[in-house]
């Protein structure tokens, strides 16, 4: 797996993961992926759109990172998982505790929220 | 695995669903058993066989490690918030959730697990 970060603007992070979110592509980026969501940084978009696949350890990765966030009163929102991650998502429930966006706008205005 | 997996099932007719839904549940499985499943740091061998019949495919795993029914697990109940929700236990939910049937037999020191989707 692969993660980038961009600034955008008010002080928002977009995080982009690509690869397959399984235990090895975890394994790439989970200590990167929590640099990049730790403090003080608080409004986090992490866009999904170039992950083919995920399994728990991506769950748990994705949630790890949103607990952090949450304590601190952050925001954490997935942007554009593909339809077979999405359902992972849903289907594990996770899609009611972290906030999922199709669209780029959508997701600023409810991290700015 | 995960390309024997898909080639197996494309070979055999299967949709893409079918071959993620597989690929999914097969590394949660095998993942559970390498973590959990031997209390020795030797090597194991763990065999996997999909078959299909009836236009249902069925993927059994066969382990030599601790005795481990999945379906005797708790059923996992989705958290309501981000503070309650649980780090993990995720991967056993997931396999009963997205196959449409399981079954668990110990047979000869060893663990057979099979799903069918």
Known sequence: ?113 | MSAWLTQSIKAMGGSDEHIFNFDLCANEAVTNIISYGYADHGEHEIILDIVLADNIFCLSIEDDGAPFNPLEKPEHVSPRSLEEAQIGGLGVDLILKIMKKCHYTRVNGKNIFKMCA
């Open chain 1, 1 to 113: 797996m692969n993660i980038t970060e961009e600034q955008l603007i008010n002080d928002i992070t977009k995080i982009n993961l690509s690869g397959r979110m399984d235990i090895e592509g975890v394994s790439h980026i989970e200590i990167k992926f929590a640099e990049m969501t730790s403090s003080p940084r608080v409004a986090f978009i992490v866009d999904m759109s170039a992950v083919p696949y995920m399994s728990s350890i991506g769950i748990r990765a994705l949630l790890i990172n949103a607990k952090a966030v949450g304590k601190r009163g952050g925001k954490f929102i997935l942007l554009n998982p593909e339809q077979n991650v999405k359902n992972v998502l849903e289907t594990s429930g996770i899609d009611q505790i972290i906030p999922i966006c199709s669209d780029l706008n959508e997701a600023l205005a409810k991290v700015s929220a």
